[in-house]
């Protein structure tokens, strides 16, 4: 029933329930919601009243909860404005719960960011559920769409957003330009329950976008190859606020390549820091080639408290590595494995199978390959992921590729059945090759990291 109360000058901020395992060590049970986290500091620091919610935690993992709890804060909150951040896996959750919104009061405006949205702003807009996607980085896009939308004024002429115009096409605005490094808000950890906080895994990103343009990944699409760094005085308050005020001591760095910053020496000299001060550990992600590149650097991130490094493999066939655009040889794999092990670290790789570009032949190689590198005991742990043509990916509009399932619900990142059949390698022969590969990391009492941990019931 759709309600008369007087909104609220207010944001909130949702990040809907993710039913996905923990596929990280630290055995959190929460996810801190980083994207809107980012959002809502930028919008806090500019007093602009916000709200954010991680429906994980507010549900304490029950999806059936979802719709009371976001009942219950409408009724007594009536936010002017509601935003929702999607993976493409969760898009029919929130429409669902963007239903929920416009029901209880239909002035209020419904906007979503994130991946899905903003690379199918039209499919999100002819839903009928959102008055504007939200294309790109969207805290300077945000503000300015809050002070208007508080002031009662248009919205139209805002970059970096998309909408339905009065004929109802798809108007798509000019891009922002990206943020400088200064502009990138420091998480304010407060805008969130301290118990989410004290209990999730957290996650340190200190650059935004990634130098290189795999096909698989949509960042090339978003960030255009351009890579921004924050500046180290923001990175060391963000890791010595999570230490003091919430006791944590492991982080997982995910910038895309974590040795992409110039000032890498500096950076290592703040972690060094603040692992002998709080006792801080690190682990990260990096590419094969940049370790055997850079090898001196190992030794330094050892002394400066990172345990591990994972590196992305995805393929031992190097036609599927061409056509992935890793710019790069899987030789270089075991040799990056070795020197990671040699300097006292943990070693992990990432492997997507069926990709296009693969067939039965080129999977056997990677299958071969992770043989391999089990029976050197040279990768500690594997995560192995079937391939999902994510929407904002280059890979996506692959020809080679037959859709079999449109649903994205079952686009999950621990699936273990293929959404799509390739020229030549039909999905029942690549779930095959994966289950097999499976099979050999039990062999050698293994598991895919993805899929062996789940978030307590």
């Given amino acids: 029933m759709a309600t008369n109360k007087k909104h609220k000058n207010e944001v909130l901020l949702i990040e809907p329930f993710l039913e996905r395992r923990c596929y990280d060590d630290f055995g959190g049970i929460y996810q801190v919601p980083n994207t809107i986290l980012c959002l809502g500091s930028f919008l806090n620091e500019r007093k602009i009243h916000v709200k954010i919610f991680s429906m994980g935690y507010e549900t304490k993992h029950k999806r059936k909860?979802?719709?009371k709890v976001l009942r219950n804060y409408l009724n007594k909150n009536n936010p002017k404005i509601v935003g929702f951040t999607s993976y493409t896996e969760l898009y029919e959750n929130v429409k669902r719960l963007a239903a929920i919104v416009k029901n209880f009061n239909p002035n209020t405006k419904i906007i979503i960011g994130g991946h899905h949205a903003m690379h199918q702003p039209a499919e999100v807009l002819e839903s009928g559920l959102f008055d504007a996607v939200f294309i790109g980085e969207g805290e300077k896009a945000l503000e300015e769409y809050s002070r208007k939308v508080f002031s009662e004024e248009s919205t139209t002429n805002i970059h970096g957003i998309a909408f339905l115009g009065d004929n109802k096409k798809v108007v798509i605005n000019p891009a922002r330009p990206r943020l400088r490094g200064e502009e990138i808000p420091t998480p304010d950890y407060t805008l969130l329950p301290k118990e989410l906080v004290k209990h999730s895994n957290k996650w340190l990103l200190t650059?935004?976008?990634?130098p290189y343009a795999c096909s698989f990944c949509s960042s090339n699409?978003?960030?255009?190859?351009?890579?921004?760094?924050?500046?180290?005085?923001?990175?060391?308050?963000?890791?010595?606020?999570?230490?003091?005020?919430?006791?944590?001591?492991?982080?997982?760095?995910?910038?895309?390549?974590?040795?992409?910053?110039?000032?890498?020496?500096?950076?290592?000299?703040?972690l060094k820091e603040l692992n002998m001060k709080y006792g801080i550990e690190y682990t990260a992600q990096t590419r094969a080639d940049n370790v055997v590149n850079k090898p001196e650097q190992l030794k330094i991130m050892k002394a400066s408290g990172v345990t591990s490094l994972t590196i992305g493999a995805e393929s031992a066939s190097q036609k599927v590595l061409d056509a992935m655009n890793k710019m790069s040889s899987y030789d270089y794999v075991p040799k990056a494995l070795s020197l990671i092990k040699i300097v006292g670290l943990e070693a992990g790789t990432y492997w997507l199978i069926g990709h296009p570009g693969s067939s039965r032949i080129e999977e056997e190689k990677t299958k071969k390959a992770i043989q391999d590198l089990l029976e050197r005991n040279l990768s500690d742990h594997y995560e192995v992921k079937l391939f999902l043509p994510f929407p904002g990916t280059r890979s996506s509009k692959d020809c080679r590729i037959s859709w079999l399932d449109f649903n994205f619900s079952n686009f999950k990142f621990d699936t273990k059945t293929p959404v799509h059949s390739l020229t030549d390698f039909p999905a029942n022969e690549i779930k095959k090759i994966y289950l097999e590969i499976m099979k050999v990391l039990n062999n050698h009492g293994k598991s895919n990291v993805i899929l062996e941990k789940e978030y307590p019931k």
Wanted: hydrophobic letters at 30%; proline letters at 2%.
């Fill in 207 to 210: 650059t935004r976008g990634c």
């Fill in 221 to 270: 699409a978003q960030y255009r190859r351009k890579v921004i760094t924050r500046p180290l005085s923001s990175v060391k308050e963000e890791i010595e606020n999570l230490a003091k005020k919430y006791g944590t001591k492991e982080l997982m760095i995910t910038d895309s390549t974590f040795q992409s910053r110039r000032d890498f020496k500096e950076f290592m000299e703040i």
């Fill in 65 to 67: 909860f979802e719709e």
